[in-house]
């Protein structure tokens, strides 16, 4: 590793790194990834053990605070997150401002950017105890907003939350519980729900992440902060990506066509790609993946959809891809996105409310990097350089004589 920042005040050297994909930007002891072996831990936990022992708010407590908590601390969290699970009413009427076919994503960075017009108390980030309440706010309400903004576009009446549900129960509920008909969280369902969100709470320095940071850099308040990741993710190159492999499952449509997408996908010339195949970081199998289509299944068997031809052509898809060559040599295996899609649509979620899934989940991560760069006594505003390439020096050319 070369300190860049030395070497620039040596030499008033500085490095060209578009895409960042040799710089680190930050130093950070919440997430650790090593892509070529397919190793994902949170706090030094393997993604794997959180996800089979864990649930979502004891993963937020690790992030948050870097151990696991005890029963007694657990029970504590889970009753402070569970304190902030409203909003202001006055927020529910801010929806109303929005167009009815707006997209949630739309609605998530505008309602998450008004959080700092109503919890005032909370954009003090000078205060520790500020931080922290902010942080459990966030967390508490991403899922009551994301829930709200789902009810908006399909016209149905705002569910407010239950606090004596678990946290991935109470969101099932906010989002498909309607007045006439009595609710229940099926618990398959919301044992999924509760492991895409921990699979999805953090991975390090992502576009969001990195947003979320260099916004908060500038001392912006957490919501801003939020609000900006909120709007990087929504990228169909970032938290799009599982919407893209669903549609394109839909339109391989069968096992017998899929030699013809695999010959396209290897092909030069034609700009195709094998959606939910390949990692800029992982060039192993994505760790995430390999509980992501376990819950796939798990899903698709409580819904009676086991037999599902979407499922059937993943499957297939991945065990010809994992055997081609190109693929192989190219280290390109199926990452997250490729059996989220199939599992949320199971759910009953529609395609547009995929990405604000992610952010639910993400958000934990957000804040908890947020919450690191702020107390880290080396922060510094984020301020990259560029390499200049336009006109040089020249005169001015008044309007009546330019040609
Ligand atoms: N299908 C076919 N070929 C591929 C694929 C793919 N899905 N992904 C990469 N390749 C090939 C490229 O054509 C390139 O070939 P070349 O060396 O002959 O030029 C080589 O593999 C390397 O590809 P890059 O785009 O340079 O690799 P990078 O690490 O920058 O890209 C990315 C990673 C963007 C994820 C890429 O694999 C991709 O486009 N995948 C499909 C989209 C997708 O699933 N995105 C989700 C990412 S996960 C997430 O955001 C949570």
């Given at each position: ?169 109470n969101f099932m509920k906010m989002c498909f519980a309607v007045p006439c008909e009595e609710y229940k ?219």
């Amino acid at each position: 590793v070369i300190d860049i920042a030395k070497l620039y005040a040596q030499t008033g050297m500085f490095t060209y790194d578009p895409g960042f994909t040799s710089t680190a930007s930050c130093e950070s002891k919440i997430t650790y990834i090593d892509g070529d072996e397919g190793i994902l831990l949170y706090r030094g936990y393997p993604i794997e053990q959180l996800a089979e022992h864990g649930d979502f708010l004891e993963t937020c407590y690790l992030l948050l605070f870097g151990e696991l908590p005890t029963a007694s601390q657990k029970a504590d969290f889970d009753r402070r997150v569970t304190n902030h699970t409203m909003i202001h009413e006055q927020m529910s009427r801010f929806f109303q401002g929005f167009r009815r076919d707006a997209h949630p994503m739309a609605v998530m960075v505008g309602s998450v950017g008004a959080l700092s017009a109503f919890y005032h108390d909370s954009t003090d980030i000078s205060d520790p105890y500020q931080r922290l309440v902010a942080s459990i706010r966030m967390i508490a309400k991403m899922p009551t907003l994301a829930a709200m903004a789902y009810k908006y576009t399909v016209g149905q009446p705002f569910v407010y939350p239950t606090n004596a549900l678990d946290y991935s129960s109470n969101f099932m509920k906010m989002c498909f519980a309607v007045p006439c008909e009595e609710y229940k969280a099926n618990p398959v369902m919301a044992r999924a729900m509760d492991r895409i969100f921990i699979l999805h709470a953090d991975h390090e320095q992502n576009a969001s992440t990195s947003t979320v940071r260099l916004a908060g850099s500038s001392g912006a308040n957490p919501f801003a902060c939020i609000a900006a990741g909120i709007a990087c993710l929504w990228g169909p190159a970032h938290g799009g990506a599982n919407e893209a492999a669903l549609k394109m499952l839909a339109e391989i449509g069968s096992v017998d066509r899929i030699p013809e997408y695999v010959k396209r996908a290897k092909d030069k010339n034609d700009p195709f790609r094998l959606m939910g195949f390949g990692h800029r970081v992982y060039k192993n199998y994505d760790p995430r993946a390999k509980i992501m289509q376990k819950t796939c299944h798990e899903v698709l068997a409580e819904v009676g959809h086991g037999d599902d031809p979407l499922l059937q052509v993943a499957i297939e898809l991945e065990r010809i891809a994992l055997s081609d060559e190109y693929f192989i040599e190219k280290k390109l295996y199926p990452n997250i996105d490729f059996y989220s899609g199939i599992t949320l649509k199971a759910m009953g979620f529609p395609t547009s409310m995929f990405t604000v899934l992610f952010a639910v989940a993400r958000t934990v991560g957000w804040i908890a990097q947020w919450k690191e760069m702020i107390e880290d006594p080396q922060q510094k505003i984020g301020r990259p350089r560029q390499l200049y390439t336009g006109a040089t020096r020249r005169d001015y050319v008044p309007l009546s004589t330019r040609k």
